[in-house]
């Protein structure tokens, strides 16, 4: 719960921008505003599915300052012609930072996780 405050403060001021990147279109998430009880809720969803290995969600920092830049999801695939759903989404201020975070995740995937059919939506 570390960075409820901070994570709530952050996707609910980029809505837009979450629901404009790959991957995140048809989706439920984000759909309106949350309240801070109901995101802390959703965090501690989150802190239960890693801790069962059911999923596996990770905030993202700025290596520097330590800013609050995203998210990335790992979850059970939606389609059995992959064997993961991953989702990842930046801030709108930081939307320069999409493409790289992409193309850090899918080396990451490649390197260190045990999926090799990974349904993540392409970034250009």
């Known amino acids: 719960m570390k960075h ?13 921008h979450i629901k404009a990147t790959p991957g995140f279109g048809g ?14 809720a ?4 989150h802190e239960l599915d890693f801790a069962e290995r059911r999923g596996f969600a990770y905030v993202v920092l ?3 300052t330590g800013e609050y830049l995203g ?12 064997d993961v759903d991953v989702r990842s989404w930046v801030k709108a201020e930081a939307a320069s930072l999409d493409k790289p975070l992409h193309d850090c995740v899918r ?18």
């Open 71 to 82: 998210c990335v999801y790992f979850y059970p695939p939606r389609s059995p012609a992959f």
């Open 62 to 64: 700025a290596p520097v």
């Open 42 to 45: 959703g965090i501690r969803k």
């Open 4 to 16: 409820a405050a901070v994570d709530h403060a952050t996707w609910t001021t980029s809505i837009e």
């Open 107 to 124: 080396v990451w995937l490649a390197d260190r996780w045990p999926w090799r059919a990974p349904d993540y939506a392409w970034r250009c």
């Open 27 to 40: 989706r439920a998430w984000p759909s309106g505003i949350a309240s801070p009880e109901e995101n802390a």
